[in-house]
Every structure is written in C-alpha cells, then in structure tokens.
C-alpha cells in the first residue's frame, strides 16, 4: 500500500553538495533539512531513500542561471541531475529560478554572528528556493 504524499522537498544541487530543504504540504512552511555529498555514488539512492522516508509527492529544484539570465556551465549541470533524476523517481519535478539564494543565504548565516558551515548555506538556499516555489504556487481559494 504505498503512503499518500505529505511533503514538499526542495533541492539546491551542487558539484559538491546538494542542499535539502521540507514543506509539508498542510503546513507549507520550508525548512532546511539536509545536506548530501554531490559526489556521492549512491546520491540517486539517497534522494530515493529519502523521498520515500519523507513521502515527498512534489520536488523542486533550483536552476541557477547568469546575471543577465543566460545559461551557464551550472545550467547545464543542473539540468543533467534533473534527467537522471527523473529516470529514477516517479514523482512531479518542477524547476524554480534560484538567483541569489546562496548568497541570501549566506548573508542570512553571517548576520546570525556564529561560524556557520557550507552545508549550512546549501541547506538554508534549498529553503528559499522552496519558499519561493511555494509563494508561486499557493492553493486557490474554492469559491462557492
């Protein structure tokens, strides 16, 4: 019997890190959740296994793109680990725009005054792409 969906999972991908974050889908409030090693072999089963644990029925992923909003070599990336995703996971993908959420978030981390980690910023810029994601796509009100 399989789970009905329940959350949300966004991705900020990395070549080092990919950054994780969560909504469920009641709540819709994002939050950090993880960070993988993007050179991890088993990264694809570790995105199934976690998709599976959380029972994620929507993912995002942020596509970076240039300051004048141009393809860039981490365009190209990003949208290869999309296909390979696809090719292992059953579940909706959508694309969202991530300009700027690294440093967002890093700016966010720096203010805070404590020593923060990258995986920290790979983490909290998964959240806004999510956040955005999810201001873009807010449920209609039903109208009677």
Request: aromatic share 4%; no cysteine.
């Amino acid at each position: 019997m399989a789970i009905a969906p329940k959350a949300i999972l966004a991705l900020d991908v990395g070549t080092k890190r990919v950054g994780v974050a969560i909504a469920m889908l009641d709540v819709r409030f994002a939050h950090p959740l993880t960070t993988l090693d993007a050179t991890d072999p088993e990264l694809m089963t570790n995105l199934q296994t976690l998709i599976q644990s959380e029972a994620v029925g929507q993912l995002v992923i942020g596509v970076p793109r240039g300051l004048q909003s141009q393809e860039t070599d981490q365009t190209t990336y990003t949208r290869q680990f999309i296909a390979s995703l696809r090719s292992v996971i059953d579940i909706p993908i959508d694309e969202q725009d991530e300009a700027l959420t690294s440093t967002k978030a890093e700016d966010e981390l720096r203010s805070r005054g404590k020593p923060y980690r990258p995986e920290e910023v790979d983490a909290l810029a998964a959240t806004y792409i999510l956040e955005d994601w999810l201001r873009e796509h807010e449920p209609r009100k039903q109208t009677t």
